[in-house]
């Protein structure tokens, strides 16, 4: 099993990134998913969950900022962040819902 996220970067506070999680070593289109980030010196926050029809739900402090998708076809899963906020700052992690399977992370830092 693999899970390579990718996409992250620095941003100005109001600005955008995409992020994609390409997975391998399981059935895709079955499995739901969820996107995580972990600040510094805080506790680990689910920011997503995407299950496997595409439903999501977002947790209140990105809900209408970010949008989780996926496709099925080339077994990637997306998080387009929009008025991004320095509070944004984290790593961000995608995960396999209800396993210990993670991808490495990817930095997202939001400063002017």
């Known amino acids: 099993v693999l899970l390579v996220e990718s996409g992250g970067g620095l941003v100005q506070p109001g600005g955008s990134l995409r992020l994609s999680c390409a997975v391998s070593?399981?059935?895709?289109?079955?499995?739901?998913m969820r996107w995580v980030r972990q600040a510094p010196g805080k506790e680990r926050e689910q920011v997503v969950y995407?299950?496997?029809?595409?439903?999501?739900v977002y947790a209140p402090s990105v809900k209408g900022r970010f949008t989780a998708s996926r496709d099925n076809a080339q077994n990637t899963v997306y998080l387009q962040m929009n008025s991004l906020k320095p509070e944004d700052t984290a790593v961000y992690y995608c995960?396999?819902?209800?396993?210990?399977?993670w991808g490495q992370g990817t930095q997202v830092t939001v400063s002017s």
């Open positions: 995960n396999k819902w209800g396993t210990d399977y």
């Open positions: 070593g399981f059935t895709f289109s079955s499995a739901h």
């Open positions: 995407i299950d496997s029809d595409g439903t999501t």
